[in-house]
């Protein structure tokens, strides 16, 4: 079964940064994402990255927030930089097997436990 393991959440201040971080139990996958669900809203996507390297972004998070991947450590990264309080929200990473041409209408086949992230204003 596979794993993904999320790390570094926490509590942080309004302009301040944060790195997530999403070990895999085996080779990451095509495509791998960071979802986030705040309470009372629906799970959305924040951003993915392809195999080869594309990525997408969430409107609001675009020039705050840098996806990445190491394939070597089948981690995935999530940099979150000027965080806002509606950054507010559980983390989750997933990951789907398929290719996909639009990485943003990815599928995932696995997912990780969800990590809190708290941003005060």
């Known amino acids: 079964q596979v794993q993904l393991v999320e790390s570094g959440g926490g509590l942080v201040q309004a302009g301040g940064s944060l790195r997530l971080s999403c070990a895999a139990s085996?080779?990451?996958?095509?495509?791998m994402g960071w979802y986030r669900q705040a309470p009372g809203k629906q799970r959305e996507l924040v951003a993915a990255?392809?195999?080869?390297?594309?990525?997408t972004y969430l409107d609001s998070v675009k020039g705050r927030f840098t996806i990445s991947r190491d394939n070597a450590k089948n981690t995935v990264y999530l940099q979150m930089a000027s965080l806002k309080p509606e950054d507010t929200a559980v983390y989750y990473c997933?990951?789907?097997?398929?290719?996909?041409?639009?990485?943003?209408?990815?599928?995932?086949?696995?997912w990780g436990q969800g990590t809190q992230v708290t941003v005060s204003s």
């Open positions: 997933a990951g789907d097997r398929r290719f996909r041409l639009s990485i943003a209408a990815m599928t995932p086949d696995y």
């Open positions: 990255v392809s195999n080869g390297g594309r990525t």
């Open positions: 085996e080779s990451l996958f095509s495509t």
